[in-house]
């Protein structure tokens, strides 16, 4: 099968559209944690996954549920920018990481986002600077139609 073939039906084990339930069983041996509630407009957070390698760094994993369906909609990963490391430089270690494993991404409006798309599933890559100089590199498994 070729990238251009390839579909993604969730990130990892998980599925679109499983229940908490089903995504307890399906990562049952990675490590998933219980957070306070995290409110993101139409979605929220209760379970997280830490230390997830991506491009040689460690991410938090998160899984979005939907609040009308309570049904996984996305999962989104970020990691803090450690000290010593360009954001650049970090962007282009986890893009090449994707890549090995989705084929190249397309450019976006900057030149420091990227896209997959998948029949069902759409991955985003970015930087996310926040005004009081917090530093992140965003990666986003969305269901298709649903990317931001």
């Known amino acids: 099968m070729t990238e251009k073939d390839m579909d993604l039906s969730g990130w990892w084990h998980t599925n679109w559209g499983m229940s908490e339930d089903e995504m307890k069983v399906a990562l049952r041996d990675a490590n998933l944690k219980k957070v306070d509630r995290e409110d993101y407009g139409e979605t929220y957070v209760d379970f997280t996954i830490e230390d997830v390698n991506i491009g040689g760094f460690k991410f938090i994993v998160s899984f979005q549920m939907g609040k009308k369906s309570n049904r996984l909609q996305r999962v989104s990963m970020k990691h803090d920018l450690p000290l010593g490391v360009s954001q650049k430089a970090q962007l282009k270690a986890v893009y090449d990481a994707l890549v090995k494993d989705f084929g190249a991404g397309e450019p976006q409006d900057r030149p420091d986002r990227f896209k997959w798309s998948f029949p069902t599933t ?27």
């Open 122 to 148: 759409t991955i985003e890559l970015h930087p996310l600077n926040l005004p009081n100089s917090l530093n992140f590199v965003c990666v986003i498994f969305s269901r298709a139609g649903n990317a931001t």
